[in-house]
């Protein structure tokens, strides 16, 4: 590839419905846009199931809509690079340069769309089981657990719903949470709540998951009471938050407590001048499909408008120079 390749007006970091909607909107503005996702397009649709509340498709499965909005972000010119991204530098002129494994690329503009992963609960066993019994993804492993007895920690819509989603092949669901409370749309609650294979712990914290060549027991504590006590699963599911990939850019960008981009409302710029975020790396009351969506259209719109008036504001430079 070429160095005029490399030169990009927007560059977007994640091909999840974010970036993937960035790209669209960028092609049909006509600028020149580069994705880069370092997986495969579609983000978290590939690890879900099915997909009930994404408007005009009464449901769709996840890698089906990854599909299709990865084919209409290339049908409007975007250029997709198969690439992890390893950071992001700041010239002083503002131009920003995209460090990959294949070398640098550079756009005055760029659109962090690149998701988070999966919170761990950092407990003994949680390493030493990963992939023996310890999951972050129900729709990837749940069908290697048919008929035993599973454990789902976490009280936010992840947890419920893929408590629910594994009953399809667990005998019994058990949803851990460390408080009475849940966070999860009260209809995914109800839903489980009437479901018989799924029953609750609540006011209950996982303190370590033990066992032989496979998870065999959880170490459980009640955080009201303090009694400890241990509980035969086979499996353990653990939904309990994402940590959002925001540590790319080499400068410091404004971020909430939990790490999420602070962006301004209007344009979803960060605190950076032309890095701009969308999806769930920012600070948001919720972070679905359509916010995603919803954030990528308005970031891509103010950052086409943001590369015109830098450009415009070199050549004033450039002339006054003369
Ligand atoms: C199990 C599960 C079920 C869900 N169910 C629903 C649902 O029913 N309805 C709903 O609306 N929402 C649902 N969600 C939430 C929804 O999937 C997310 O809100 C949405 O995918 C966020 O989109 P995004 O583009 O911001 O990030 P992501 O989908 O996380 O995409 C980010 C992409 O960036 C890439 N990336 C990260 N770092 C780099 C890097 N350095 N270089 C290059 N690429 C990088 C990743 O590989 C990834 O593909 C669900 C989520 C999960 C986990």
Known sequence: MDAEHRDYDIAIIGGGPAGLTAALYAGRNMDRAVLFEAKGPGGQLLNTELIEDYPGFKS????????????????????????????????????????????????????????????KLGIPGEEEYAGRGVS??????GAFFRDVHLAVVGGGDAAVEEAIFLTRYASRVTLIHRRQEFRSQPI???????????????????????????VRNLALRNVVTG?????????????????????LVDSHVDHDKAGYYLTDPMTMMTSVPGIFAAGDV????????????????????????????????????????V
């Open 188 to 214: 995914l609650l109800d839903e489980a709540r009437k479901n018989p294979k799924i029953d609750f712990l609540l006011d209950t914290v996982v303190e370590a998951i033990e066992g032989d060549d496979k």
């Open 227 to 247: 009694a400890r006590s241990t509980f035969d699963v086979e499996g353990i599911f653990i939904f309990v938050g994402f940590i959002p990939n925001t540590r």
């Open 282 to 321: 920012r600070s948001q009351l919720t972070r679905q499909i359509t916010t995603a969506v919803g954030d990528a259209t308005t970031a891509t719109i103010a950052a086409s408008k943001w590369v015109e008036e830098w450009r415009r504001g070199r050549e004033e430079a450039r002339a006054e120079a």
């Open 136 to 141: 972050y993804c129900a729709v990837c492993d």
């Open 60 to 119: 769709i499965l996840g890698i089906d809509l990854a599909e299709v909005m990865a084919e209409q972000a290339v049908r409007f010119g975007a250029t997709l690079v198969s690439s992890e991204v390893n950071g992001i530098r700041v010239e002083a002129d503002g131009t920003k340069c995209i460090d990959t494994p294949n070398g640098e690329y550079r756009a005055p503009a760029v659109i962090v769309t690149a998701g988070g992963n999966p919170r």
